[in-house]
């Protein structure tokens, strides 16, 4: 039933059934507890949406995805995981997403987008993904007082909410993995510098040579898009040289099956000849050839738990420093990978 028929049922006016349902002094206790009494004998239940845009809010929380590229390929196809944990928290609250998409990595771009979601007051919360090391949205969203969460950490040190996947620990056990197989010519192919999860990524890498009191060749860290044609690209651009890699590690899955395609074409068995492994456990990982070793992590868990935060910070219930997730890695063996060829 609405609030229209309800105020009807009861012969008051909707204004006045609206403003005893939500407790105002200025409506009579005898009439706040007879409206009560009557919602309830009838299952008459408000709108939460409704009544947020009654006190100004949209019940939107808004996010700018990011193109996969600098020429503005679609989406990581990563988001619509994230973005469904987060949507399962905050549906049930009577709160919706509000995304847009980015044509090109472009931050002055990306931040008018942000600044016309706040400036329009077309949301009540930010979601910040993609997080650079040095990340001017954040600034925007404090300035403008917006409670947001980011996926994805940054060099700032004032506090935020932040959700996160252990990218080190991704990468020290990537690299392990391979260095534990006698390789010792591994070449990282990871994504923008720019990014903090780059440089996790890279620390991780770093670190776990580190471990052996070994250190990586500075020429086989390379930079791109997470893309098959950047990883392609970037993978063919080492093969060349002499001596080449023996292995690969890739900041993502898509990389990863660039980098297969440039081994194979190269003339090389993915997994005998050279060994490769991504990130992201994806959905095409397990069916590639040959099925690809990658490290999982629970992207629409992490969703779930933006959403939670979110929904937290919007209540008040917390502030954002005590949000600060870090979501565990797994690593998954397939084929890619194996022991360093003797003979190379």
């Known amino acids: 039933?609405?609030?229209?028929?309800?105020a009807k049922d009861l012969g008051l006016s909707i204004s006045t059934v609206s403003r005893a349902l939500n407790g105002y002094d200025d409506v009579s206790a005898a009439t706040r507890e007879r409206v009560a009494a009557r919602a309830k004998a009838i299952g008459y239940r408000p709108n939460p949406s409704a009544r947020r845009l009654g006190a100004g809010k949209t019940s939107a929380i808004g996010v700018i995805l990011p193109a996969a590229s600098s020429t503005g390929q679609a989406v990581d196809s990563m988001y619509s995981s994230l973005l469904g944990g987060v949507?399962?928290?905050?549906?049930?609250?009577?709160?919706?997403l509000l995304a847009s998409m980015q044509t090109k990595s472009d931050p002055a771009r990306e931040a008018a987008l942000y600044e016309n979601f706040i400036k329009g007051s077309w949301v009540d919360a930010l979601l910040i993904v993609r997080t650079r090391v040095h990340d001017p949205r954040l600034r925007l969203a404090r300035?403008?007082?917006?409670?947001?969460?980011?996926?994805g950490r940054t060099e700032?040190?004032?506090?935020?909410?932040?959700?996160?996947t252990d990218n080190e620990k991704a990468f020290y056990l990537a690299t392990t993995r391979l260095l534990d197989?006698?390789?010792?010519?591994?070449?990282l192919i990871n994504g923008p510098e720019e990014y903090y999860f780059a440089q996790l990524r890279q620390r991780g890498y770093r670190r776990a040579f580190a471990d052996r009191k070994?250190?990586?060749d500075p020429?086989?860290?390379?930079?791109?898009?997470?893309t098959e044609h950047s990883g392609h690209a970037l993978c063919r651009s080492l093969l060349i040289r002499n001596p080449s890699p023996t292995a690969f590690v890739c900041a993502t899955d898509t990389i990863a099956f660039g980098a297969i395609a440039a081994c194979r074409e190269s003339g090389l068995e993915v997994g005998t000849d050279v060994s490769v492994i991504g990130y992201g456990n994806s959905s095409a990982s397990a069916?590639?050839?040959?099925?690809?070793?990658?490290?999982?992590?629970?992207?629409?868990e992490n969703g779930r738990h933006v959403g939670q935060a979110l929904l937290r910070l919007l209540r008040g219930e917390i502030k954002p420093a005590d949000v600060h997730y870090l979501e565990p890695v797994v690593l998954v063996p397939r084929k890619s990978d194996g022991p360093a060829p003797r003979k190379k």
């Open 1 to 6: 039933m609405s609030i229209v028929l309800l």
């Open 87 to 96: 949507a399962t928290e905050i549906e049930p609250a009577g709160y919706h």
């Open 143 to 151: 300035e403008a007082h917006m409670p947001f969460v980011t996926y």
């Open 156 to 164: 700032s040190t004032e506090p935020y909410a932040w959700v996160d």
């Open 181 to 187: 197989f006698g390789h010792r010519r591994i070449a």
């Open 214 to 216: 070994l250190k990586p």
């Open 219 to 226: 020429a086989w860290i390379l930079h791109g898009d997470v």
């Open 287 to 300: 069916f590639c050839n040959p099925p690809l070793t990658t490290v999982e992590h629970q992207v629409f």
